[in-house]
């Protein structure tokens, strides 16, 4: 081999060398940069003219755990931001300074002293405090629970404007990577940068990367929408609800049209958040408004049964569930609909049946609609419900409608509410209404009463034993409709006062009067009907007009039991006693008051627990894949010291060759001189 041979292997070497060791330079400079994938110089060698050539330098990198990487990212920040909210949500509720468990349990010690003591003004005053305690707690807890869904709203917005960034990004990147490559230059930063990129959208929504063409990434989320083709991206935008404004959604902006996407995210942390609001949050406003709602309607229902101090019958404690604007409240309107609403009303009919949950009502056609509890998913059809052929028939009925299709008039009867939808015209195919029968109980829940003598801690009805009685026979009475005739046809008086009167033994048999004329007493009758010589159970109740009639034990003939009008009644706490009794019963599906709210504090306890054990799952699997995939792409410095001794020593030999060539060629010169 000539000296010039020598000389030109042992500049190749040099550079090849310099150029590894410049690899490695900048492989430890990057240690620490976040996203930055080892590089590594390919040599190969000149097999005519001897000698060795750089081919590329080229990043390390893996495929599947790039993917895996993005996958476990978005899985994470997911559970991350949903256990964040429920563990919120779940002080919260659970909290003394915020629980409406604690505010009932007073509201029901006050309501006891009452009970003791019927005549005290202070007592009196006391519940009226604490039910004005209740009221401001079930409006507070709900202002603070749908404070977290303003701040799911402003995440929306905040975080869809980050992907958007992002989105177009990565299209610029695309598009420099492209230029690079068609330049014939290498493009590894640009590409850790995209992946980068890549990873950091990931923690916001769940994407999907496909690798095209010229090394370009298209980026698609939710069922395919696009967010990157090539150079060009799309604007993920938070939009508002439709027909409920107060839940904003996403939509993918493609060629000026929103692609709404809301339902089909699932991943990141925008995927945390409405999966935290459609399974805990939107559960829990509605449990609580149905709480609220079902205390206001069984307590003024039980209140107005009674009499207060000044004689008269009593009216709302708290704000009646039914008012025109409540009703009015819980029904809207899709924006797309065809038809006009003309009349949109949800009254609450049965709180015991009542759901906490929203319905959506969609029309198939103009006489053909089915009704989605959104609770649970169950689908109702109007096939499902039985036909009525009047609007007063619905009274009483569950699972029942009635329809006028042609005047665009339907209403529907369903777990404890009653549906009327009136539109201008015709209903029209694919006409939307969202009903919320609970979803604004806790905030529209108030007092009315602020005086307590007002309070009806009475019953309107006196019972007046005989005292020549011989039986056993002991009375009471129920008030079922303080609005009926009896109560109403002359204020302070009961229209008319009756005696019960027992006539035979075997059977025993008895016979209401009409003791209007105490001289001249007539048998009642009710709905035409005489109530003469009617055969008696022990226990069972003698219906009359407002009000039932009770006689437990046995009665002997000849015995009488009277009931008047409670004139003058102040110690009686006989109606205050059967509004204590509500703390216990089963007024709501599934058990009292409490029990609902316990269950709810369950619930969101569960919910919280599971999410944080999730969250540390998911970041452990984290964890592992970035490990793994730092151990496969990221720089090791003692294998990178290593290698830089092991060019820095392959360098110094290259320059010793070019050196040896030199003290040939010196020597050559010299021999020939």
Same mark, same amino acid.
Do not use: C
């Given at each position: 081999?000539?000296?010039?041979?020598?000389?030109?292997?042992?500049? !190749?070497?040099?550079?090849?060398?310099?150029?590894?060791?410049?690899?490695?330079?900048?492989?430890?400079?990057?240690?620490?940069?976040?996203?930055?994938?080892?590089?590594?110089?390919?040599?190969?060698?000149?097999?005519?003219?001897?000698?060795?050539?750089?081919?590329?330098?080229?990043?390390?990198?893996?495929?599947?755990?790039?993917?895996?990487?993005?996958?476990?990212?978005?899985?994470?920040?997911?559970?991350?931001?949903?256990?964040?909210?429920?563990?919120?949500?779940?002080?919260?509720?659970?909290?003394?300074?915020?629980?409406?468990?604690?505010?009932?349990?007073?509201?029901?010690?006050?309501?006891?002293?009452?009970?003791?003591?019927?005549?005290?003004?202070?007592?009196?005053?006391?519940?009226?405090?604490?039910?004005?305690?209740?009221?401001?707690?079930?409006?507070?807890?709900?202002?603070?629970?749908?404070?977290?869904?303003?701040?799911?709203?402003?995440?929306?917005?905040?975080?869809?404007?980050?992907?958007?960034?992002?989105?177009?990004?990565?299209?610029?990147?695309?598009?420099?990577?492209?230029?690079?490559?068609?330049?014939?230059?290498?493009?590894?930063?640009?590409?850790?940068?995209?992946?980068?990129?890549?990873? !950091?959208?990931?923690?916001?929504?769940?994407?999907?990367?496909?690798?095209?063409?010229?090394?370009?990434?298209?980026?698609?989320?939710?069922?395919?929408?696009?967010?990157?083709?090539?150079?060009?991206?799309?604007?993920?935008?938070?939009?508002?609800?439709?027909?409920?404004?107060?839940?904003?959604?996403?939509?993918?902006?493609?060629?000026?049209?929103?692609?709404?996407?809301?339902?089909?995210?699932?991943?990141?942390?925008?995927?945390?958040?409405?999966?935290?609001?459609?399974?805990?949050?939107?559960?829990?406003?509605?449990?609580?408004?149905?709480?609220?709602?079902?205390?206001?309607?069984?307590?003024?229902?039980?209140?107005?049964?009674?009499?207060?101090?000044?004689?008269?019958?009593?009216?709302?404690?708290?704000?009646?569930?039914?008012?025109?604007? =409540?009703?009015?409240?819980?029904?809207?309107?899709?924006?797309?609909?065809?038809?006009?609403?003309?009349?949109?009303?949800?009254?609450?009919?049965?709180?015991?049946?009542?759901?906490?949950?929203?319905?959506?009502?969609?029309?198939?056609?103009?006489?053909?609609?089915?009704?989605?509890?959104?609770?649970?998913?169950?689908?109702?059809?109007?096939?499902?419900?039985?036909?009525?052929?009047?609007?007063?028939?619905?009274?009483?009925?569950?699972?029942?409608?009635?329809?006028?299709?042609?005047?665009?008039?339907?209403?529907?009867?369903?777990?404890?509410?009653?549906?009327?939808?009136?539109?201008?015209?015709?209903?029209?195919?694919?006409?939307?209404?969202?009903?919320?029968?609970?979803?604004?109980?806790?905030?529209?829940?108030?007092?009315?009463?602020?005086?307590?003598?007002?309070?009806?801690?009475?019953?309107?009805?006196?019972?007046?034993?005989?005292?020549?009685?011989?039986?056993?026979?002991?009375?009471?009475?129920?008030?079922?409709?303080? =609005?009926?005739?009896?109560?109403?046809?002359?204020?302070? =008086?009961?229209?008319?006062?009756?005696?019960?009167?027992?006539?035979?033994?075997?059977?025993?048999?008895?016979?209401?009067?009409?003791?209007?004329?105490?001289?001249?007493?007539?048998?009642?009758?009710?709905?035409?009907?005489?109530?003469?010589?009617?055969?008696?159970? =022990?226990?069972?109740?003698?219906?009359?007009?407002?009000?039932?009639?009770?006689?437990?034990?046995?009665?002997?003939?000849?015995?009488?039991?009277?009931?008047?009008?409670?004139?003058?009644?102040?110690?009686?706490?006989?109606?205050?006693?059967?509004?204590?009794?509500?703390?216990?019963?089963?007024?709501?599906?599934?058990?009292?008051?409490?029990?609902?709210?316990?269950?709810?504090?369950?619930?969101?306890?569960?919910?919280?627990?599971?999410?944080?054990?999730?969250?540390?799952?998911?970041?452990?699997?984290?964890?592992?894949?970035?490990?793994?995939?730092?151990?496969?792409?990221?720089?090791?410095?003692?294998?990178?010291?290593?290698?830089?001794? !092991?060019? !820095?020593?392959?360098?110094?030999?290259?320059?010793?060759?070019?050196?040896?060539?030199?003290?040939?060629?010196?020597?050559?010169?010299?021999?020939?001189?």
């Amino acid at each position: 081999m000539s000296s010039f041979g020598l000389l030109g292997l042992g500049v !190749q070497a040099t550079n090849a060398n310099k150029t590894a060791l410049g690899v490695i330079g900048h492989n430890i400079s990057n240690v620490n940069t976040p996203g930055y994938s080892r590089q590594v110089v390919n040599f190969s060698t000149q097999t005519e003219q001897r000698g060795v050539s750089v081919d590329s330098i080229t990043r390390i990198t893996d495929d599947f755990l790039t993917r895996q990487l993005w996958s476990d990212t978005s899985s994470f920040y997911r559970t991350d931001v949903f256990a964040d909210m429920a563990s919120e949500l779940d002080n919260l509720l659970a909290t003394d300074s915020t629980s409406v468990s604690t505010a009932i349990d007073n509201y029901f010690k006050a309501l006891q002293n009452a009970v003791d003591d019927p005549t005290s003004l202070p007592n009196r005053e006391l519940f009226v405090a604490e039910a004005e305690a209740l009221a401001r707690r079930f409006n507070d807890l709900n202002t603070v629970v749908m404070r977290q869904n303003d701040t799911i709203n402003a995440n929306l917005d905040s975080l869809s404007s980050q992907v958007s960034v992002l989105a177009g990004d990565i299209a610029e990147l695309n598009g420099k990577i492209a230029g690079e490559v068609s330049a014939g230059r290498e493009a590894n930063e640009l590409r850790d940068q995209r992946d980068q990129l890549v990873e !950091q959208i990931s923690e916001l929504i769940d994407v999907r990367v496909v690798e095209q063409g010229r090394d370009e990434f298209s980026i698609f989320v939710s069922n395919g929408e696009p967010l990157v083709v090539g150079v060009n991206a799309n604007q993920l935008v938070a939009i508002d609800g439709d027909p409920d404004p107060t839940k904003k959604g996403l939509a993918v902006q493609i060629a000026g049209n929103n692609v709404e996407i809301t339902d089909r995210v699932e991943g990141g942390k925008l995927g945390g958040l409405l999966a935290y609001r459609t399974d805990v949050l939107d559960q829990s406003i509605n449990e609580l408004g149905r709480i609220a709602i079902a205390f206001a309607e069984t307590m003024n229902n039980q209140h107005q049964a009674g009499i207060d101090l000044n004689g008269d019958l009593g009216g709302l404690l708290f704000s009646d569930v039914n008012s025109g604007s =409540a009703m009015a409240s819980r029904v809207s309107t899709n924006s797309n609909n065809s038809s006009v609403l003309s009349s949109g009303l949800v009254k609450i009919v049965d709180v015991s049946k009542l759901q906490a949950s929203d319905y959506e009502i969609t029309f198939n056609s103009s006489d053909d609609l089915v009704i989605e509890r959104l609770s649970d998913g169950k689908i109702i059809n109007l096939d499902d419900l039985t036909q009525v052929a009047t609007s007063s028939d619905l009274d009483g009925q569950d699972n029942a409608y009635y329809s006028n299709f042609n005047d665009g008039e339907v209403q529907l009867v369903l777990d404890g509410v009653q549906i009327n939808l009136d539109v201008t015209g015709r209903f029209i195919r694919g006409d939307r209404f969202l009903v919320q029968p609970v979803r604004q109980g806790a905030s529209q829940f108030d007092t009315v009463i602020s005086d307590g003598r007002q309070l009806a801690l009475a019953s309107p009805v006196r019972i007046l034993t005989s005292a020549d009685n011989t039986g056993t026979g002991v009375a009471e009475v129920n008030v079922t409709d303080p =609005a009926s005739t009896t109560f109403q046809a002359t204020l302070g =008086a009961m229209s008319p006062p009756v005696e019960v009167v027992f006539n035979n033994d075997s059977p025993t048999t008895y016979t209401v009067y009409d003791i209007s004329d105490p001289l001249a007493p007539t048998p009642l009758s009710i709905g035409g009907t005489p109530l003469v010589a009617q055969a008696f159970t =022990a226990g069972t109740p003698i219906v009359l007009d407002g009000y039932e009639i009770t006689i437990n034990n046995q009665p002997q003939p000849g015995d009488r039991f009277t009931f008047e009008y409670n004139t003058g009644g102040v110690s009686d706490n006989r109606n205050a006693l059967k509004m204590s009794n509500l703390q216990l019963s089963d007024v709501l599906e599934g058990g009292s008051y409490q029990d609902i709210y316990g269950s709810l504090i369950e619930r969101v306890g569960t919910e919280t627990s599971v999410s944080v054990i999730n969250r540390d799952a998911s970041e452990s699997v984290l964890k592992s894949t970035q490990e793994s995939k730092s151990s496969l792409v990221g720089v090791n410095l003692d294998e990178e010291a290593a290698k830089l001794i !092991q060019f !820095q020593q392959a360098y110094q030999a290259s320059a010793q060759l070019i050196s040896t060539s030199q003290t040939l060629f010196d020597t050559l010169l010299n021999s020939v001189s």
